[in-house]
């Protein structure tokens, strides 16, 4: 199988200099590019950059959701609001729901029924539309002001936007983020639609849902069963509501066609979805901090936490089904940070900054006395 690319709700810098090059990244699905595109083709991809994202009509964005405006990603797989997610994203609406009587969590949970489903505890968010909003949020900025004058007059900007793309809308199921990219040098405006009456539909047992622990997370391959469903319900109008009883399932824009004719090698496949951040242009000096002082101070208090929690949950099942969500999440990121300390070390990724910090300038400046040579030529 060809991994290619990650196509997801951001997107990495990719530089083309006289002596650095990134052909691999992340990207803004409306900002594909051609030259990105004819790559996806020549790996097989079938999809055309409308099918991917377009916004006044279906698309893959509309199957493609957030749970919970962004701490997981979750994709629609029925024309009856079902979705599929992780199940570590699942993992505290079943520890929620579980008991010493009903353990979920040990014995996994399906709803035979739909009356039978559960709620959940989080709203799905669906993605409206993306716009260009830099030219406003920087409006009124000016070279010579410090950083606290910029940042004030940045979040008043973005402030005003949200407001306006907000007017006249139910807080509840509507949502507008103005969120930086190209470190403040590019501003987009996300608006979603919420969908708060979700319910868990089914759950593997843990020792198939987090088959190796949280260990394993972070880790390729996996051997895991790593997956939750869910479904997500609207009124009879199909617009979003809260729970009630009276709900039917969601008629989703578009949702993702299952296959169970089996992966071939060669299948062209991608990633689409909502990741939190990216320290990919870190300095090297950002680098050395990391390294040294604070992923091993994380490492260090998320190790005595867990020791803690590990302690008290070994000696009552109830305890351990209280904290079992807690304590997944402070594992999951424990080992996150062994794991990128040890692959900075072992890919010598602060040398690599380092000649990247005294590259970059130097392409750039090359590139200024180039362009008006090649200028003469256009």
């Known amino acids: 199988m060809k991994f290619y690319t990650k196509l997801i709700f951001t997107f990495f810098i990719s530089i083309n200099l006289l002596f650095v090059k990134a052909d691999e990244g992340m990207w803004l699905p409306m900002l594909l590019g051609e030259a990105t595109y004819k790559n996806m083709v ?18 893959l964005k509309d199957a493609i959701v957030a749970l919970g405006g962004g701490f997981c990603t979750g994709e629609i797989i029925s ?8 199940h570590h994203c699942g993992f505290g609406t079943i520890q929620a729901n579980s008991s010493t009587e ?23 968010w669906f993605l409206n539309n993306i716009s260009d909003v830099t030219d406003k949020v920087l409006e009124g900025i000016k070279d ?7 940042n004030a007059i940045i979040r008043k900007n973005m402030s005003a936007l949200k407001s306006t793309a907000s007017e006249g809308k139910n807080k509840d199921d509507f949502a507008v983020q103005v969120k930086s990219f190209y470190y403040g040098n590019l501003y987009y405006m996300l608006t ?26 972070w880790m390729w391959p996996r051997h895991t069963g790593d997956f939750t469903m869910f479904r997500v319900y609207a009124d009879k109008q199909n617009n979003p509501s809260s729970y009630n009883q009276d709900n039917i399932p969601l008629k989703p824009k578009h949702s993702l066609p299952v296959s169970i004719a089996g992966v071939q090698d060669g299948d062209y496949a991608m990633i689409m979805g909502y990741p939190g951040s990216t320290d990919r242009f870190l300095t090297s000096w950002g680098v050395k901090e990391a390294v040294n002082v604070e992923q091993p101070a994380r490492v260090k208090i998320r190790g005595i936490k867990l020791e803690i929690m590990d302690q008290e949950m070994s000696k009552s099942q109830k305890v351990r089904i209280q904290y079992a969500s807690k304590y997944a999440r402070v594992s999951n990121y424990w080992k996150y940070f062994i794991g990128q300390s040890e692959q900075l ?19 750039i400046k090359i590139m200024s006395w180039i362009k008006p040579i090649l200028n003469l030529f256009l």
């Open 345 to 363: 070390v072992k890919n010598k990724f602060l040398i690599k900054s380092k000649k990247l910090r005294i590259l970059l300038p130097l392409g």
């Open 102 to 124: 009903n353990d979920y969590l040990t014995d996994g949970f399906w709803a035979m029924t739909k009356e039978q489903e559960i709620p959940a505890d989080f709203g799905v």
């Open 192 to 217: 979603y639609n919420i969908f708060n009456d979700v319910r868990l539909v089914g759950a593997p047992p843990s020792s198939i849902g987090k088959f190796g622990g949280d260990t394993d997370n």
């Open 144 to 150: 010579e002001m410090n950083e606290d004058e910029r």
């Open 42 to 59: 020549e790996c097989g991809i079938k999809l055309t950059p409308e099918q991917i994202y377009n916004a006044n009509n279906s698309s």
């Open 79 to 86: 024309d009856q609001g079902l979705m599929m997610t992780n």
